[in-house]
């Protein structure tokens, strides 16, 4: 798994961090998006999956990723 962000798209609205807080965070001054890992453990997969998906400025992107295998 290969995650990058946008941190010029990011608003700041913090789901990522709420979603995945191992991959994860919020600068401290403006709350704009902190990549904490770009190849986390491949249990955290769904969860960076689905901080993707809720992301509303769409900055996170995901390569590389295998889709979930739980039901
Ligand atoms: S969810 Fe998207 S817009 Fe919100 S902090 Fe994370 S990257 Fe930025």
Redesign the pocket.
């Known amino acids: 798994m290969k995650i990058t962000?946008e941190q010029d798209?990011?608003?700041?609205?913090?789901?990522?961090?709420a979603t995945a807080p191992d991959v994860?965070d919020?600068r401290e001054e403006d709350?704009?998006?902190v990549l904490l890992t770009d190849d986390p453990p491949a249990e955290l997969a769904d969860d960076v999956r689905d901080?993707a998906a809720?992301?509303?400025?769409l900055?996170?992107h995901i390569a590389h990723w295998t889709p979930r295998t739980t039901p």
């Open positions: 962000v798209k990011c608003v700041a609205a913090g789901q990522c961090a994860f919020q709350g704009v998006v901080a809720v992301c509303p400025a900055a996170i």
